[in-house]
């Protein structure tokens, strides 16, 4: 399999802001899929531990739209330095690979 698609993760502080950013990129057709999951965090920022819930988002795509979706996540989120991670997949079913290349540019 030809190593083209990846997963990239952000987490939000705020549900709506998760959300904005969720329907922005469907719409857009920069993911195929986001999964939200509230979390618990714990880090330092400021000099200072916070510990709080975030809504912790998970984006199937191609590596190919990596730069787009981190610029509409930069654009939409509300955190100052916004955590924007890209993983690469290393492998999977050919189905879903199929499928996030139909639900992507």
């Known amino acids: ?22 329907e922005s990129l469907l719409s857009k057709r920069l993911v195929s899929c986001v999964q939200e999951n509230k979390i618990y965090s714990s880090y330092y920022w400021n000099g200072k531990i916070v510990r709080e819930y975030e809504y ?9 739209l990596f730069k787009e979706v981190e610029q509409e996540i930069k654009l939409l989120h509300k ?13 999977g079913n050919k189905e879903i690979f199929k499928w996030i290349d139909e639900e992507t540019k």
């Open 1 to 22: 399999m030809e190593n083209k698609y990846c997963i990239i993760t952000t987490a939000c502080n705020d549900k709506e802001n998760a959300r904005e950013i969720t």
């Open 56 to 64: 912790f988002l998970k984006m199937e795509t191609k590596k190919s």
């Open 79 to 91: 955190y100052e330095v916004p955590a924007i991670i890209m993983h690469d997949i290393l492998d």
